[in-house]
């Protein structure tokens, strides 16, 4: 959940970079006592994310400026919807819409590629999850989108859990040390609250994994038939991610084949943008 303490400082960094030094135009051309009231408006449909983000680029550049939101995280929409109304004096409005709209633009694309993802695989038991494929700096407004979608989240960062991919595989591979061994290691180290994630890309990694106890095993870019291979093989003793190029067109056969989750990078690194527009009348 979104809060001021993790919303504030990333908002506060973009206002930063977009108005070092105050807004020139605004300060040159805008009357200091002009006021503004701005609705936000919807260009095409999607899914509501980053309401809060939205509206503390405002406040944050003059607390007296009022966001009223129509709508809230989560919640489909419409184009040509107005989702929340903007009020206050006009420099401050000025100076905050385009860090305010990157921003919910941004969180908005992502949250309905998710819905559509989940979606997709309605009925199928599989949950659709994000990955570390975010933006510097932009990691907790992007997971909180895909959560507003409907999706789950992967672990946040490298401190939250033990995921193996194949560049370490390779590196213990090169260093001589057996997967099993290393994992068993690694397994007898950890708190009982971490899980052990592993990556593999082909079906005879799998019983190694297995028996080094991994709690979950990534079946990365398999065909669909050894996605349901893998699947038979690991029989519940282990949850099974699928991932890799994962698109509305193939998401629902991958989620057919009895995996437990879908990684999907795109959700936060090709999402790309939603079309929201401030509709804005200035008054002296």
């Known amino acids: 959940m979104l809060t001021p303490a993790l919303i504030d400082p990333v908002v506060r960094a973009a206002l930063a970079e977009d108005a070092p030094w105050g807004d020139l135009t605004g300060e040159l051309l805008v009357p200091a006592e002009a006021t503004a009231t701005a609705g936000l408006v919807a260009r095409e449909p999607g899914t509501l994310a980053g309401i ?19 709508t809230a995280d989560g ?58 494929k975010t933006t510097p700096g932009l990691r907790v407004l992007e997971r909180h989108a895909v959560r507003c979608g409907g999706g789950v989240n992967h672990r946040f960062s ?27 290691a690694a397994r007898a180290r950890l708190g009982h609250m971490v899980r052990l994630e592993v990556e593999v890309d082909r079906l005879d990694q799998i019983e190694p994994v297995l028996a080094g106890g991994a709690d979950v095993i990534m079946l990365d870019n398999f065909s669909l038939a050894d996605l349901r291979a893998g699947v038979a093989l690991i029989a519940g003793r282990a949850v099974v991610e699928a991932s890799g ?35 804005m009348d200035v008054r002296a």
Do not use: W, Y
Request: hydrophobic share 50%; aromatic share 2%; glycine share 8%.
């Open 52 to 70: 809060d983000v939205f509206a503390a680029a405002f406040t944050l550049t003059d607390p007296s400026v009022q966001v009223v939101p129509r």
């Open 158 to 184: 490298l401190s939250d859990g033990v995921m193996a991919k194949d560049n370490h595989l390779a590196v213990l591979a090169r260093s001589g040390i057996g997967v099993e061994e290393a994992l068993r």
């Open 245 to 279: 190029t994962i698109t509305l067109d193939t998401v629902r056969d991958v989620a057919l084949t009895g995996v437990d989750v879908i990684s999907s990078g795109a959700l936060t690194h090709s999402a790309g943008s939603l079309d929201l527009g401030l509709d």
């Open 75 to 132: 919640d489909r929409f419409a184009a040509g919807e107005v989702l929340a109304e903007v009020t206050g004096p006009a420099r401050a409005v000025l100076q905050a819409e385009r860090v305010a709209l990157n921003l919910l633009q941004r969180m908005c694309a992502t949250a309905t590629l998710t819905a559509a993802l989940v979606a997709a695989v309605e009925g199928t038991g599989a949950r659709i999850t994000d990955t570390r």
